[in-house]
């Protein structure tokens, strides 16, 4: 299959401090340093439609941004995306996966630190019936991926200066993916934040591409949406 010129990664670096306290009354009590304890993934079934994964999305995200991630990380994150997928003039489709991401990770990591893919994939594409999009996104250990940590030290109110510690992530997916009897090369960017205590779930934009090999295009269309993911 054909590389892709890697795409901009998303800004993923959201926090400020003020958000940052969204989480920080339920961290306080958890250590800043060591490995991540037991997962705090739920198990949910995949989103079949967008409204149920948006209910998800927002539990997860709810938790408030991580503001206690520890110095390194190890275990198996799992949930789901959605992406809109565009052609040069408009939305074609949308499209559907569970997110399996095994993480292998120290503070200060130049590494690929994952491992993993995007598999059940299903969706509706250019006015078919939804159904199953044949292939599997994956992780390839060559392609650019990270987990960053943040720590920095806030006044917060009442209880004065308090120390956060913060966590972005990057990783990209690709494969060749069987839709409307088309087969098209595709590249997709999960990027964002990690979310919980002890950074037991991480969320974010996805950004992409894909391109069907007759053109001289890097992209002959995109792919556009969120995801979440959750420790097991």
Do not use: H
Request: net charge negative; charged share 10%.
């Amino acid at each position: 299959m054909k590389k892709f010129i890697q795409l901009p990664r998303p800004a993923v670096n959201l926090f400020v401090s003020g958000v940052a306290l969204v989480g920080l009354a339920g961290c306080l009590g958890s250590s800043g340093g060591g490995a991540a304890g037991g997962g705090g993934g739920g198990g949910t079934a995949s989103p079949q439609t967008a409204n149920a994964f948006q209910a998800q999305f927002d539990r997860v995200t709810g938790q408030g941004p991580t503001s206690d991630l520890p110095t390194s990380l190890s275990g198996t994150y799992t949930g789901a995306l959605r992406v809109d997928v565009t052609d040069a003039s408009q939305t074609v489709g949308e499209v559907f996966g569970d997110v399996n991401l095994q993480v292998s990770w120290a503070d200060g990591q130049t590494t690929n630190p994952f491992s993993g893919n995007v598999d059940n994939l299903r969706g509706s594409i250019k006015g078919e019936p939804s159904g199953a999009i044949a292939g599997t996104l994956t992780v390839e250990n060559a392609m650019p991926a990270s987990i960053s940590r943040s720590v920095n030290t806030i006044n917060a109110p009442i209880i004065g200066p308090t120390t956060l510690a913060t966590g972005a992530m990057s990783v990209i997916v690709t494969g060749d993916l069987t839709a409307a009897g088309e087969t098209v090369e595709t590249n997709l960017t999960l990027g964002g934040n990690f979310y919980g205590p002890g950074g037991t779930a991480m969320a974010g934009p996805v950004v992409g591409g894909f391109r069907t090999g007759q053109t001289a295009a890097i992209f002959d269309g995109s792919a556009a949406g969120t995801f979440y993911a959750e420790k097991q």
